[in-house]
């Protein structure tokens, strides 16, 4: 099984562990099969009514049940059922009806419109079009569960979440989508064989540049990276863009901004990429995602970029020994956001408009996001919770590694929105990434290349044009 996003923006574990099925973020639109939805009033709720206080903000009734839906996909539902338990030691008396399935929208779309489940894990390849929920009201916003006391810490839930979490599930101004994963991108290395042979992970280009002879020295390739799909070495290209030039010329690149890709230092911000491929440092063949990652795992190269889906995607070829570690983007001098860190929320649960209990499907959230729910959850997945501090008890070299780089990181995330705005130039910027990174353009032709594609969309009046605020 294969699991990474595609695109830059509201990136969920569902797309870092989706290969399950297919590549692509965006699920078959559900427009029509909801056209019940459109306009019509949700239902009313049948399992509130009780008294609400800080254990029971949404009023809760005994006696009643909540139908909740998990995708069984590369995270299993195990962690669903810790939460369970989790959440009938404070509600014994509510009956909850768990059931797992990589059908979401198989399954639950029809019912959307009629009697829904409370609570819907909306992720893998069959998954429901996010914007159509939300354009036709089948699902409920769900900005009170923010304000909501957190289930067992001080604060409110929004207090507990990770950056980018709120921001990743809002929509029109409305929180819709409450993500439970979350998804660090960087430079992976082995620290077992960087110990043994006294290498010191680089933070900077400069270092890294550095060290690859010594690593070419003991037979291996500095780099490899997956050179057939071209999302994957655009993360490392638009993370080193961010970096040097800062969060401002990258919101100007994705609204269009006329010379925004001309913009003092982003040339300079890809030589680096330009220099490994040209100094031979990448190791040779067109390798796909997990042939690469093999690679890396085999001792073929030192260093891969990928998110921390890569621990639980190659699990059954990880050599005993080896310390699969993530470090942040390499930086240069000078580089004006260096400490901000490329990371996203995803694996996103919504509750319909017409579920039933909709009260007990927002105490169930309120569970999953729990200190100790997602602790449960990294434990069991190997993954960072959106929760704060989810990972701070786990005894695992990867996840150990993502989450000290959260916390030394800055409050800015690193994210690009014009692809998931813009299909054309989406593709293109693929095209050109994978261009580079096969030392067929230089880091200057990729930019003229790239404001040239941006040009184009901005001046088609046929395509409606998107604006990025923050």
């Keep these: 099984m294969s699991v990474s996003p595609e695109k830059f923006g509201d990136v969920s574990r569902r797309t870092l562990l989706r290969r399950a099925a297919a590549a692509g973020l965006l699920a078959v639109p559900a427009a029509g099969l909801l056209s019940a939805c459109a306009g019509s009033e949700p239902s009313k709720s049948d399992g509130g009514g009780a008294a609400k206080s800080k254990d029971n903000p949404f009023g809760v009734k005994d006696g009643s049940a909540v139908k909740v839906v998990v995708f069984n996909g590369g995270l299993g ?5 810790e939460d369970k338990v989790i959440f009938n030691a404070k509600h014994p008396n509510i009956t909850v009806n768990m059931s797992s399935t990589q059908k979401i929208k198989t399954e639950e779309q029809p019912k959307m419109a009629t009697q829904p489940s409370d609570l819907v894990m909306n992720s893998g390849a069959d998954m429901m079009d996010r914007s159509t929920l939300i354009n036709e009201g089948a699902i409920e916003p769900l900005d009170d569960l923010l304000t909501a006391p957190a289930w067992d810490s001080e604060g409110t839930v929004a207090d507990s979440l990770l ?3 709120v921001a990743d599930g809002t929509q029109n101004g409305k929180f819709y989508v409450v993500n439970v994963a979350y998804t660090v991108w960087g430079n992976w290395y082995n620290a077992a064989l960087f110990k043994k042979e006294g290498w010191t992970a680089p933070t900077t280009w400069d270092e890294f540049f550095a060290l690859a002879p010594k690593i070419k020295a003991k037979g291996m390739a500095p780099y490899v990276h997956d050179a057939v799909h071209g999302y994957y070495p655009r993360w490392a290209l638009f993370a080193s ?9 990258v919101v100007d690149i994705d609204n269009l901004k006329d010379g925004a890709w001309k913009a003092d230092g982003i040339v300079a911000a890809l030589e680096p990429w330009e220099k490994l491929v040209k100094d031979k440092l990448l190791l040779p063949g067109k ?12 001792g073929k190269a030192a260093f891969i970029q990928v998110g921390t889906w890569l621990k639980n995607e190659m699990a059954a070829t990880i050599p005993p020994g080896f310390e699969m570690t993530i470090s942040d983007y390499w930086s240069k001098s000078g580089d004006k956001a260096a400490k901000d860190v490329f990371a996203s929320s995803g694996e996103g649960f919504v509750v319909p408009s017409k579920a039933p209990n909709k009260e007990a499907a927002k105490e169930f959230l309120r569970a999953i996001l729990s200190k100790a729910g997602s602790a449960k959850f990294a434990e069991l997945t190997k993954s960072l919770a959106s929760t704060k501090g989810s990972g701070d008890n786990v005894q695992d070299t990867a996840l150990a590694s993502a989450n000290s780089l959260m916390k030394n990181g800055s409050s800015d995330l690193i994210s690009v929105k014009f ?14 990434s994978e261009e580079l990174m096969a030392g067929r353009l ?11 594609a941006a040009d184009k969309v901005a001046k088609d009046s046929s395509i409606k044009k998107q604006t990025r605020t923050a």
């Design 241 to 249: 863009i961010w970096k040097a030039v800062g969060k401002q010329a």
């Design 442 to 452: 230089t880091a200057q032709q990729f930019v003229d290349k790239m404001q040239a």
């Design 77 to 81: 539902d195990q962690w669903a059922k």
């Design 163 to 165: 950056p980018g979490t």
């Design 287 to 298: 390798l796909d995602h997990t042939q690469s990652q093999q690679a890396f795992l085999d």
């Design 419 to 432: 692809p998931d705005f813009y299909a054309d130039l989406d593709k293109e910027s693929q095209n050109l």
